[in-house]
């Protein structure tokens, strides 16, 4: 039962108050269209019903693990790599408008 009230309130009640303010922004034309289309399922995930399943180790012949073993030996290659996802990060924090108000 806690795992649903937090669940609810963290995820849930945000979901709803978005979706409530969406639904105030459209016209009456708007929400007769959506009314009259079909309903589709959602997934919504809870976090207690999911079980651990581990993985098959790499083999030497697997593709994923050749590239490891590549990009581990290459130097500026993983430089490159470090300094792309630390400007990809920080440009997603500077557009951020908790952190900025607007991008």
Partial sequence: MLCYELYSRAVLDRWANWLDEIEEELTEEELKEIEEQP???IFIPFPGFTKK????P???????WQAYVRVSQ??????????R????????????PTVRGTC
């Avoid at 290459?74 to 300094?83: A, N, V, Y």
């Fill in 85 to 96: 996802f630390v400007l990809f990060f920080l440009v997603g924090i500077n557009c951020s």
């Fill in 58 to 64: 790499y083999r030497r012949t697997d593709p994923e």
């Fill in 74 to 83: 290459d130097e500026e290659l993983t430089k490159s790599i470090r300094c």
């Fill in 53 to 56: 399943v581990q993985p098959a």
């Fill in 39 to 41: 309903i589709e399922p």
